[in-house]
Nanobody, 114 residues
């Protein structure tokens, strides 16, 4: 499975941005799909995931601001980001996991200006 992320860009603090990840194959069988991010000088961190049963997980820092959704028919995973903060600036990576197999997209840069 190949993952192609899109939707990054520059936005002012308080604004919104939507990310989308398109999979080359079916994501319906994936146990978990989600988004991670890496800010300059910081470690890779989980942003949000959604499991095959619909269970979602969010980092504390993005709860109530970000919403993740998976569409198994369209083979896409989206991340709606609202009330963006400068500390949300990072490269965002799409991720999918099937058993022990992990798949990563190429990353898309999100820059939030203050």
């Amino acid at each position: 499975v190949q993952l192609q992320a899109s939707g990054g860009g520059l936005v002012q603090a308080g604004g919104s941005l939507g990310l989308s990840c398109a999979a080359s194959g079916s994501i319906g069988s994936m146990h978990v799909v989600g988004w991670y991010r890496q800010a300059p000088g910081k470690q890779h961190e989980l942003v949000a995931t959604v499991a095959s049963d619909g269970t979602t997980t969010y980092a504390e820092s993005v709860k109530a601001r970000f919403t993740i959704a998976r569409d198994n028919r369209k083979n896409t995973v989206s991340l709606q980001m609202n009330s963006l903060k400068p500390e949300d600036t990072a490269v965002y990576y799409c991720h999918a996991r099937w058993g022990q197999n992990n798949y990563w997209g190429q990353g898309t840069l999100v820059t939030v200006s203050s």
